[in-house]
């Protein structure tokens, strides 16, 4: 339930009177984009017109449950486990536009040596920031404070090590 209103609390608040940075990327190289065995069709159906890459854990990727909700700024995608749910999301709605020539821009396109582990209201995340983008990978558990998936970081730093970008642009 928590989950379900936190997607519908980002989804609002995509439409409140913030920007969306406007980057014009150059042509991506489909050749290094295609996977050597097809994402399921939720997931690519699902991410199609996303406009910023999309982060999911490897062992997730072929994982045809998996709930994706998206539009051209922005993805969350959550997976099912017993007693667990894992959700990724990104965010790139800012409040300002910036050239692509801007020496802010090129700061705010490499990677973050900052990612936040944290743990609140029995859910763990890192958060982190890529590409000009805010990212979370989180884990929500059915039974926080017997779950060692919840109670100790060491199942969501695995996870988070084996990102991988499976659709949109960088």
Known sequence: MRLLLTTLFLLSSLNADSGILDIKWP???LQQQKPSTPYPT???KGIKNTKLPIYIPSSFAYDEKMVVVADKNFYTISFLLQG???M???DRTFQQSISTSNSDFQKM??????IEFMEEEGMRSANFNRHGVNYELSIE????KEDARCKEE???RKLYSKLIMVGGRP
């Open 27 to 29: 042509k991506p190289n």
């Open 141 to 144: 558990c059915d039974k926080p």
């Open 88 to 90: 990724v999301s990104g």
């Open 84 to 86: 667990a749910t894992v």
């Open 154 to 156: 060491d199942f969501l």
């Open 109 to 114: 396109m490499k990677p973050s040596p900052t």
């Open 42 to 44: 939720v997931l690519t």
